[in-house]
T-cell receptor, first 113, second 116 residues
Framework: DAGVIQSPRHEVTEMGQEVTLRCKPISGHDYLFWYRQTMMRGLELLIYFNNNVPIDDSGMPEDRFSAKMPNASFSTLKIQPSEPRDSAVYFC???????????FGSGTRLTVV | KQEVTQIPAALSVPEGENLVLNCSFTDSAIYNLQWFRQDPGKGLTSLLLIQSSQREQTSGRLNASLDKSSGRSTLYIAASQPGDSATYLCAVRRGDGNSGYSTLTFGKGTMLLVSP
């Protein structure tokens, strides 16, 4: 398996623009997680899915953030409109079940100018 | 709310030394604990996973221990090498007996520098 695949690797956008981050989890994994990493706050859980269903989105900072998982092999995290304070590295991770560890993607480094 | 603390925040050692990284967590109701390595500008690589029923796991020069009752874990690195330089993150997976759902809570990591 190629692991968790995220795209793009880097994204630079202007404030106010819409940004869409993409993730392909490992085939067969039941859980998918979106995390954000900043120097100040470390890794923060934004939202997670179980069997394509959003379970907990309490970490999503604002209504500007939304996430979808239309099928077991694809998820998106959208920011609309983007702001400079959204600049961070966004990671996607997947896990088989509760007793298994997480596998992370390489992340998307987002810069909003 | 689960809180994970890692001490020290940064550590610098000469090559060849054995070292210990510490992780503590406030809620002992966990499914498992996972240690990750993160190189600068890169993603997270899983090093070791310890289930709540286990006391330790070993992989090569790495040994992770878990004391769930006291809310502590340690990562022991033997004979450190410059290639071990990275940030090491500890994360605990909270248990939810009712639904089975759970999430991973991270510490902020220990930045390790091993000098030749």
């Amino acid at each position: 398996d190629a692991g968790v695949i995220q795209s793009p690797r880097h994204e630079v956008t202007e404030m106010g623009q819409e940004v869409t981050l993409r993730c392909k989890p490992i085939s067969g994994h039941d859980y998918l997680f979106w995390y954000r990493q900043t120097m100040m706050r470390g890794l923060e859980l934004l939202i997670y899915f179980n069997n394509n269903v959003p379970i907990d989105d309490s970490g999503m900072p604002e209504d500007r953030f939304s996430a979808k998982m239309p099928n077991a092999s694809f998820s998106t995290l959208k920011i609309q409109p983007s702001e400079p304070r959204d600049s961070a590295v966004y990671f996607c991770a997947s896990s088989l079940t509760v007793n298994y560890g997480y596998t992370f993607g390489s992340g998307t480094r987002l810069t909003v100018v | 709310k689960q809180e994970v603390t890692q001490i020290p925040a940064a550590l610098s050692v000469p090559e060849g030394e054995n070292l210990v990284l510490n992780c503590s967590f406030t809620d002992s109701a966990i499914y498992n604990l996972q240690w990750f390595r993160q190189d600068p500008g890169k993603g997270l690589t899983s090093l070791l996973l310890i289930q709540s029923s286990q006391r330790e796991q070993t992989s090569g020069r790495l040994n992770a221990s878990l004391d769930k009752s006291s809310g502590r874990s340690t990562l022991y690195i033997a004979a450190s090498q410059p290639g071990d330089s990275a940030t090491y993150l500890c994360a605990v997976r909270r248990g939810d007996g009712n639904s089975g759902y759970s999430t991973l809570t991270f510490g902020k990591g220990t930045m390790l520098l091993v000098s030749p």
